[in-house]
């Protein structure tokens, strides 16, 4: 069965940090280009950061150019995403996906709020 | 970044058909473009229905289709279902981004 679970969640504080991380299983992680993907509440889905099957192209969407930054060990099908000087507008759900093979995960709430 | 553009809401009645599109603010959509089709209902997470402008999942259902109509990406469903009563996404690749659209909520009614 495939599984993407997020994990590392929370409340935080306008200015503070948080990891997310993403477990893969069930299906061939390190051959596909991984996302993360948020909604705010009542909103649409944002694109956020994108990694190449290996590593070593990243890209991310403007609005957290410069504070996010996405990462992966392939080795442990882990996919990872650390946010930095956060905002009250990063409040979402971030969910992790593999577009390619259509998967998603079920997301994880990052509240940001003092 | 680009705009991705989707009709805002659409109606349809049980078992009728009704097209969903998605423009990009830079132009005509290709396959270029790679459109990907997400349906998403209340409190759950998106799921992939349709990549690369048409082609379709193990468990994408038999009456979704994509396309490439008119300059833009195209959802058509056909003999809409209730359960097929969602917000509906589509999502477009460029060459430093990928942008999602705004969302078609569809009714079924």
């Known amino acids: 069965e495939v599984q993407l679970v997020e994990s590392g969640g929370g409340l935080v504080q306008p200015g503070g940090s948080l990891r997310l991380s993403c477990a893969a299983s069930g299906f061939t992680s390190s051959s596909y280009y991984m996302y993360w993907v948020r909604q705010a509440p009542g909103k649409g889905l944002m694109w956020v950061s994108r990694i190449k099957n290996d590593g070593s192209t990243t890209i991310y969407a403007d609005s957290v150019k410069g504070r996010f930054t996405i990462s992966r060990d392939n080795a442990k099908n882990m996919l990872y995403l650390q946010m930095n000087s956060l905002r009250v507008e990063d409040t979402a759900v971030y969910y992790c996906?593999?577009?390619?093979?259509?998967?998603w995960g079920q997301g994880t709430l990052v509240t940001v709020s003092s | 970044q680009a705009v991705v553009t989707q009709e805002p809401s659409l109606t349809v009645s049980p078992g009728g058909t009704v097209t969903l599109t998605c423009g990009s603010s830079t132009g005509v959509v290709t396959s270029g473009h790679y459109p990907f089709w997400f349906q998403q209902k209340p409190g759950q997470a998106p799921r992939t229905l349709i990549s690369?402008?048409?082609n379709k999942y193990s468990w994408t259902p038999a009456r979704f289709s994509g396309s490439l109509l008119g300059g833009k990406a195209a959802l058509t469903l056909s003999g809409a279902q209730p359960e097929d009563e969602a917000e509906y996404y589509c999502?477009?690749?460029?060459?430093?981004?990928?942008?999602f659209g705004g969302g078609t909520q569809l009714t079924v009614l």
């Open positions: 690369d402008a048409n």
């Open positions: 996906a593999s577009v390619r093979p259509g998967y």
């Open positions: 999502l477009l690749f460029y060459s430093d981004a990928a942008v």
